[in-house]
């Protein structure tokens, strides 16, 4: 069964940083696609950033110049580089991998942007 779990949320200052993690309990290369997407409260599900098709990315308007979504194939890892964070980031993040077998969610960690 493949596992998903992120790490490295918390509660950060407006204009701060933040670096999510990810770790897959097997190689990266099992998911056909991986990506970060969050959930604020009475929102729905948005994308933040994605891995498509190998090493292409995208990521969200709201996000674009402000995060990196990057990837270590070695340490079965994918990352989230949040900078000039701002309020409206604030929500649940979660990290997924989609795969033949279907899609993998992780359990989410909460990211708090507020003075």
């Known amino acids: 069964q493949v596992q998903l779990v992120e790490s490295g949320g918390g509660l950060v200052q407006p204009g701060g940083s933040l670096r999510l993690s990810c770790v897959a309990s097997?190689?990266?290369?099992?998911?056909?696609?991986m990506g970060w997407y969050r959930q604020a409260p009475g929102k729905q599900r948005e994308l933040v950033a994605a891995f498509i098709g190998g090493s292409t990315t995208i990521y969200g308007d709201s996000v674009k110049g402000r995060f990196t979504i990057s990837r270590d194939d070695a340490e079965n890892t994918m990352y989230l580089q949040m900078n000039n964070l701002k309020p409206e980031d604030t929500a649940v993040y979660y990290c997924l991998g989609s795969s033949r077998n279907g899609d993998y969610w992780g359990q989410g960690t909460q990211v708090t942007v507020s003075s």
């Open positions: 097997g190689s990266l290369y099992s998911f056909t696609g």
